[in-house]
């Protein structure tokens, strides 16, 4: 006898042609389970209307929980020699049974019989012609399964129900049958295959595999990837199989997928993707065994770009190369390496197309082309002010790190400011004797350009000039395209040394939007080359991302003066759609004001965060932080 499972849900179009096709069988023993997952359309009441005129026909009712608890609540009343699962949204062939169990017959001992299917349209005139062919026996499944690149499908095999071995579904899971097939697979005995094609599939719009890529979907399927192959560990050839073959198959099915969605969610899915896509092989260190020339080359490039080991393969292409510059860059073209490098040589005052060159050079940097007519995440929106707003009063102005200092000591006071010593036209102008032994010296039309001087008397005046001389020259919006720092009047600034020397002071970074503080980013270690960052909610609570440095893992206890940082930083950001307060808190307690920052990392910051172990790309905090902020928002002040 064979057990016939069909888990059904909200199929009553089609349940009537596939119960029908169950009762057509030559074969008559038979007994069918059709399990109602919670439908709502009535498909039980057409089950159980069936169960009425056939005894064969036992309905089985329960609460929406999925197919695979649906299919293991029939397993689990089978009572057949074989069993088969069947979609209630589909039928079959009057003569699979009759098949199948021939199958059986003339090669005993083979655990399951496998089959072909094809496809209909909905509404279409029934077709049961079948292809007739001479059956094989398959002495090795998970080969043939792989090597053929068979279906997973489990309604394209019948089974001997003991070859199952109670093994069961996987309840919550998209694509279960994929998970099961290939851990049957892996312990089952002989089979049998028939070149027929006995199972008709219905092009159902409300098929799993019709619907929209989704990002659930995505991390479905990896957690299955990780399942099998820990499944396999141990199995040496079949496991080695298995990531040779099929694993790549699977990958560049759904990243087809990927590239067919459509926008807004394309770039999303393809980061996502790209996200879990490098967690797996980081954890899995999968090597490049059994793949073509092709595809090695193409996930050499993708662990470059987006591995933590990349590091080290481009350090050992750099040391092939000899750091010969023309013989790298052929090695890189070869083998079509792109790295995200800042292009020298860049110079905006020289672009016609600022816009066009912003979308490469963005693309290059962050790994996604941007939308700068629809921003939708956060460094999308910081090039589109870049291009539409940075230029315009009051920006500039509050850029300058001199003329900001009336702004805030009229917002938040003037003792939050650090002593300033002198404004200087040229280094020149600078008296050496009347400054104190300890002092910064900066610019005031750029960032991240500073000079600590811990002792003026050991210092390098020659060399100091020439970079005193360097930033005074230099256009710092000429790169990046930060029109804010263009306008302004340039200066050399000497200010008052704080902290202690030879330990460097805690950057609080206040992320504002539309003047609300939301985030906290820290920053440790700034005059070392090991800096780390962290972000902390407005609760204090850790977030799991970080950006461009490397991730501080420590807890950091949240500071007395923290909520006053809010609070300040919220008094300094008011009407504008975003803008970032950094802060100091010296050794004694006193708060200083730092910057204020329009464009953090000039709209290029690539987010990160940990997964399994591994540092990949983190698309979604990008998009999230993007919807707090509005570039349409008029200007302050208007």
Not at 125 to 150: D, M, S
Not at 158 to 185: A, C, E, M, N
Not at 514 to 527: C, H, I, P, T, V
Not at 566 to 582: N, Q, S
Request: aromatic content about 12%; charged content about 25%; proline content about 5%.
């Amino acid at each position: 006898m064979v057990s016939i499972i069909i888990p059904a849900y909200n199929c009553a179009r089609w349940l009537s042609a596939c119960l029908d096709s169950v009762r057509a069988q030559t074969c008559p023993d038979w007994e069918a389970f059709v399990v109602d997952d919670g439908s709502t359309d009535g498909t039980g009441e057409i089950a159980e209307r069936f169960a009425a005129q056939d005894g064969r026909i036992t309905v089985i009712h329960q609460e929406n929980a999925g197919s695979s608890v649906a299919r293991n609540a029939g397993l689990d009343r089978a009572r057949g020699e074989y069993v088969y699962m069947l979609d209630g949204d589909d039928y079959v062939h009057p003569r699979l049974l009759e098949h199948c169990l021939a199958a059986f017959a003339a090669h005993p001992g083979t655990d399951f019989a496998t089959f072909d299917f094809a496809e209909v349209v909905p509404g279409a005139p029934a077709e049961y012609a079948v292809q007739e062919g001479k059956t094989r026996k398959i002495a090795n499944p998970l080969a043939f399964w792989l090597h053929t690149r068979r279906d997973h499908s489990v309604w394209m095999n019948v089974y001997r129900t003991s070859s199952l071995r109670g093994l069961r579904f996987k309840p919550g899971i998209k694509h279960q049958d994929l998970l099961f097939q290939y851990q049957y697979l892996a312990t089952c005995g002989e089979g049998v295959y028939l070149p027929e094609r006995l199972y008709r599939y219905v092009m159902s719009p409300n098929s799993i595999m019709r619907a929209p890529l989704k990002v659930d979907r995505i991390e479905t399927i990896f957690d299955i990837l990780t399942q099998l192959d820990d499944f396999y560990a141990g199995q040496g050839r079949k496991r080695k199989s298995l990531r040779r073959c099929l694993y790549p198959r699977i990958v560049n099915a759904y990243r087809k997928d990927v590239s067919r969605a459509e926008d807004p969610g394309k770039r999303g899915l393809q980061c996502a993707f790209d996200e879990r896509l490098t967690a797996f092989l980081n954890k899995r260190r999968m090597g490049f065994a059994g793949l073509s020339l092709r595809k090695r080359l193409w996930l050499l490039r993708f662990m470059l770009q987006n591995c933590p080991q990349g590091s080290r393969l481009a350090k050992f292409v750099h040391c092939i190369c000899r750091c010969e510059h023309k013989r790298k860059k052929n090695v890189y073209h070869v083998l079509g390496l792109k790295f995200t490098t800042h292009p020298a040589g860049l110079d905006f005052t020289k672009t016609a197309d600022p816009a066009r060159v912003l979308a490469n050079l963005f693309a290059r940097l962050v790994g996604y082309r941007p939308d700068l007519e629809n921003p939708q995440t956060f460094n999308e929106k910081i090039q589109w002010q870049k291009l539409h707003r940075m230029a315009n009063a009051p920006y500039p102005a509050l850029a300058d790190k001199w003329t900001v200092r009336a702004y805030v000591a009229d917002r938040i006071g003037e003792k939050y400011l650090t002593k300033m010593h002198g404004c200087y036209r040229a280094f020149e102008e600078i008296d050496f004797a009347a400054l104190p032994r300890r002092f910064v010296l900066k610019p005031n039309h750029g960032s991240g350009w500073y000079k600590l001087v811990a002792d003026k008397d050991r210092v390098d005046i020659p060399e100091l000039k020439r970079l005193c001389d360097g930033w005074l020259k230099e256009d710092f919006s000429r790169k990046e395209y930060e029109l804010q720092y263009r306008s302004i009047p340039r200066r050399l600034l000497v200010e008052e040394y704080l902290g202690v020397p030879g330990h460097s002071l805690t950057d609080y970074k206040i992320f504002c939007f539309n003047g609300k503080a939301r985030y906290a980013a820290l920053y440790f270690d700034r005059s070392k080359n090991g800096t780390t960052m962290c972000y902390y909610d407005k609760n204090w609570k850790k977030q799991p991302f970080f950006v461009n440095y490397r991730p501080h893992k420590d807890d950091v206890p949240k500071p007395p003066q923290m909520d006053e940082l809010f609070e300040l930083a919220e008094k300094l950001a008011e009407g504008f759609p975003f803008v970032r307060v950094d802060f100091y808190i010296l050794p004694d307690g006193d708060i200083k004001f730092g910057e204020l920052t329009f464009t953090p990392a000039s709209g290029f910051g690539r987010y990160r965060r940990i997964v399994d172990g591994g540092i990949v790309g983190d698309y979604a905090t990008d998009y999230a932080l993007g919807q707090l902020l509005s570039p349409e928002t008029k200007e302050p002040g208007k």
